[in-house]
């Protein structure tokens, strides 16, 4: 029986693992190269790292980080954060990503995916489309981590993309995000049943069904989550899980 990906998202801020809810009250819960050589051995498909605070100050994710993942990593990776330019997206792949994902330069300057996937290929470019409402305007795709709206619906932007030649989309509820009550199911349905690439549902999850629901309900070729696989309990522990192959009932 077929299985989706199931991929744990690392919010980096300042290097260090970060919870966030709602894209806000950020809050330190470790170290993230020790969360890399736990999820190697609970065997995670894919990790993705995002640096929350790279497009804000106008920088790259740290490049010696993400060798240093390379380095640990098992699994595949992909990472995001500033990526601005051509020589961005080089560099990344150089220092040991899978694939680069981009947010605030795919909403300010759309054509600038269709440059990356034809040097790159496809399958190395992945738009991350995160969705908010916005007064009088209904649901549109916000960049700079949530900081500042564009002018595009979330299902006209994932088309676009799809037809500049990004490969996945991440597509993420900023009012979810860091809740555990659910993803967007009615987001997530109508950006994967309208665009031939795969979509990644993000923002919310806080129980297996929850990945199952997104799968089953949603249509997402891909689940993802930060705070059901990495949060801190009520001593202030952090705890790091990963599903096993039998709990997922696809």
Known sequence: MFRPRVIPVLLLKDQALVKSVRFKNHKYIGDPINAVRIFNELKADELVFLDIDASRNHRLISLDFVREVGEEAFMPFSVGGGVRSIDDIQAILAAGAEKVIIGTQAGLEPSFIREASERFGSSTIVVC??????????????????????????????????????????????????????????????????????????????????????????????????????????????????????????
């Open 129 to 250: 489309i995160d969705v908010k409402k916005k007064l009088f305007h209904g649901d549109r795709t916000w960049v700079v981590n949530g900081s500042s709206s564009t002018r595009y619906p979330p299902l006209e932007f994932a088309k676009l993309m799809e037809e500049n030649g990004a490969g996945e989309l991440i597509v993420q509820s900023i009012g979810r995000d860091g809740t555990m009550n659910g993803y967007d199911i009615d987001l997530i349905k109508s950006i994967s049943t309208a665009v031939g690439i795969p979509v990644i549902a993000l923002g919310g999850a806080g129980r297996i069904e929850h990945l199952i629901a997104a799968y089953r309900d949603g249509t997402a070729n891909a689940v993802a989550a930060g705070s059901l696989f990495v949060y801190q309990d009520e001593r202030r522990g952090v705890l790091i899980n990963y599903p096993e192959k039998g709990e997922l009932v696809f």
